[in-house]
Nanobody, 126 residues
Framework: QVELEESGGGLVQAGSSLRLSCAAS????????MAWFRQAPGKEYEFVAA????????VYADSVKDRFTISKDVSKNTVYLQMNSLKAEDTAVYYCAGDYLRRLKKYDDAAPPDYWGQGTQVTVSS
């Protein structure tokens, strides 16, 4: 079983940058993708970005495209989310996840991703 641990969240001002990390213990299934989701207070989980673990292009939500970059370090079993030009509406708990890309792009409460972290809080003050 793969366990995920996120880090790097915090309180920042609008326009600032943060980098989140997600360290995985255990072997990530090679056909999976790793992703970031977020959940703002009172809202549903929102897909943010995903990257195939064994190669392929990253995909992003329109709301973060051109501001956020997802990347991976396979040797460290770690996924990153570089967040630039942060806005107040980016405030949320950010979760790391892993599963087939098609499942990650359509989050389903009834069948959540195979790998799921505990989350890290990101608060952006305006």
């Amino acid at each position: 079983q793969v366990e995920l641990e996120e880090s790097g969240g915090g309180l920042v001002q609008a326009g600032s940058s943060l980098r989140l990390s997600c360290a995985a213990s255990g072997r990530i299934f090679y056909t999976y993708a790793m992703a970031w989701f977020r959940q703002a207070p009172g809202k549903e989980y929102e897909f943010v970005a995903a990257i195939p673990w064994s190669g392929g292009s990253a995909v992003y939500a329109d709301s973060v495209k051109d501001r956020f970059t997802i990347s991976k370090d396979v040797s460290k079993n770690t996924v990153y989310l570089q967040m630039n030009s942060l806005k107040a509406e980016d405030t949320a708990v950010y979760y790391c996840a892993g599963d087939y890309l098609r499942r990650l792009k359509k989050y389903d409460d009834a069948a959540p991703p195979d790998y799921w972290g505990q989350g890290t809080q990101v608060t952006v003050s305006s």
